[in-house]
């Protein structure tokens, strides 16, 4: 089953990613694979202080996840899986994809403002000629009418 990894982040953009992996994967008889990650300096204190920051921003990913969990299997009919990893952005999603071989496609919402489509994408699309996997950027201004038209 081919699966369309999907990154999950506190950005607008990222609605429409969701949206379009999840319909896309309906559509394919596909699967879904939201990935989130942490960043390591966010727990650069104490050790206990640390863990228990680790332990809050693992609760907030996980109230994230099941609000778009339940509208893809609601909706879709999509089951999606979450992964957690800890680290820098673009190193985790390759590790993921490299971890996953069933991940298919990246799907990478891009920004619609005048600071450009966001750090993911910026950083992606510098190297997409030489990643093993193709990427869908999905503008995050693209109406759900239009989502859906095009999935």
Not at 72 to 82: A, K, S, T
Not at 89 to 95: C, G, S, Y
Request: aromatic share 6%.
């Amino acid at each position: 089953m081919r699966k369309f990894l999907v990154v999950l982040d506190d950005s607008r953009e990222c609605l429409n990613a969701m949206r379009f992996a999840a319909m896309r994967a309906a559509n394919t008889g596909g699967g879904v694979v939201i990935l989130s990650v942490i960043p390591p300096d966010e727990f650069n204190h104490w050790i206990g202080v640390g863990e228990v920051m680790r332990e809050e921003a693992r609760e907030r990913i996980h109230a994230h996840f099941e609000v778009f969990a339940k509208w893809m299997r609601d909706r879709q009919g999509v089951d999606p899986e979450l992964v957690i990893r800890e680290g820098d952005t673009v190193p985790e999603i390759l590790a993921q994809i490299e971890a996953d071989p069933e991940v298919g496609v990246l799907v990478l919402g891009a920004a619609s403002d005048r600071k450009g489509p966001g750090p993911i994408v910026t950083q992606l699309t510098r190297t997409a000629g030489t990643l093993p996997f193709p990427i869908t950027i999905v503008p995050g201004d693209m109406s759900k009418e239009r989502l859906e038209a095009i999935t």
